[in-house]
């Protein structure tokens, strides 16, 4: 069971109100105050509260991590106005002594709302941590630079073992996966962000990939490069995979670089041959490493938006989904269009490759 502790940061006048949400009771002071733990059943596994000001109280709320989004939108569409409101969330290791999902009583059963968020991180934590990992930083263009070398060398000398290891790397997934989030939540600030880290990687990895093309010999027939110089169907299912477990690994916190693996073979190795076939002159096999890189990227990113709906990803409140279901869904409609015209193009581009 994944456990999160929630602290909670507000003016002290405010502490007796958030108690008598938390605890659900009947004799509720304010009629606008909702009793979040009898409305949502939330399984509140242990509570403290301090002041640690003249004014200012502090609220720690242990709960399970598919209680938490329930309880983080309630407290945010109450009091994310108020002055000096803040929440922050810290995910456990353990809690001793050992707690029992089902064994609180104070807990009851999940309700439906809930059974949405279950075994998922909260949005703010998805959130946050995919806008660190959108930004274009010395880091993210240092491992770029150094995947891509190695996913060169690797595939200019036929080694699986080496073109793994550029796999490992996978600077390409979490921009990637944030598109897809701001994509579910239409997050315009985040898609910017996502897509100016992506357009430098991919120009890096290109710019470089060409050079070594042009510098090093490249062999055309080699299996790792002649494979990955057309589409097939089999292609773009990996992708779609690739993206959904990119997108499940940050909402269920799993290692991320094992499955940034998965989304570095549907990304990485193409868009490396594509550089070094085009520094070394074979533009057609080239134009067909491409085809097989955008067909990649368009899949996972398509992928990871589905994804995020089917858990639940959305805005915090009715009128921002609202909104976001309409830029969401025109999304989803324009990757689909996109991919069928570019499956188009790369069909009558291979009919031409093969006419006499």
Do not use: C
Not at 59 to 82: C, F, K, N, P
Not at 289 to 294: C, E, I, N, Y
């Amino acid at each position: 069971m994944t456990l999160r502790l929630i602290e909670i940061s507000l003016p002290e006048d405010k502490l007796q109100e958030v108690e008598e949400m938390i605890g659900g009771r009947d004799e509720v002071l304010d009629i606008n105050v909702q009793p979040i733990a009898s409305l949502w059943k939330i399984p509140i596994m242990g509570e403290w509260k301090f002041r640690f000001s003249e004014d200012r109280a502090l609220i720690r709320i242990l709960a399970t991590a598919g209680a938490s989004q329930s309880l983080l939108d309630a407290l945010e569409e109450r009091y994310s106005m108020v002055d000096g409101f803040r929440i922050n969330i810290f995910p456990l290791e353990a809690s001793y002594p050992p707690i029992s999902e089902n064994g609180n009583d104070k807990a009851g059963s999940l309700s439906k709302e809930e059974q949405k968020y279950k075994e998922r991180v909260s949005r703010e934590e998805l959130h946050n941590d995919l806008v660190e990992g959108s930004r274009t930083t010395n880091i993210y263009i240092s491992m770029i630079i150094l995947s891509s070398v190695v996913a060169a060398i690797g595939v200019i000398n036929d080694n699986v073992a080496v073109i793994i290891g550029a796999m490992v790397i996978a600077p390409l997934l979490t921009p990637n996966v944030s598109l897809a989030l701001a994509t579910a939540l239409g997050d315009l600030s985040l898609a910017k962000s996502a897509l100016k880290t992506l357009f430098v990687g991919i120009i890096l990895a290109t710019a470089l990939s060409i050079t070594l093309g042009f510098l090093l010999p490249v062999d055309p027939t080699l299996r790792e490069i002649s494979s990955r110089t057309s589409v097939g169907l089999m292609d773009i299912v990996l992708a779609l995979a690739s993206g959904a477990a990119g997108a499940l690994s940050f909402t269920s916190a799993a290692p991320a670089v094992l499955i940034g693996v998965a989304v570095a073979v549907a990304l990485m190795p193409p868009l490396v041959i594509f550089g070094l076939l085009f520094g070394a002159g074979y533009y057609a096999l080239a134009v067909g490493a491409l085809f097989l890189f955008l067909a990649n990227f368009i899949s996972v990113n398509l992928a990871g938006v589905i994804t995020f709906l089917a858990q639940g990803i959305e805005p915090r409140t009715w009128w921002e989904a609202r909104n976001a279901k309409k830029a969401t869904m025109l999304a989803i409609a324009g990757w689909m269009a996109i991919l069928a015209i570019l499956i188009v193009v790369i069909f009558l581009w291979e009919h031409q490759m093969l006419a006499p």
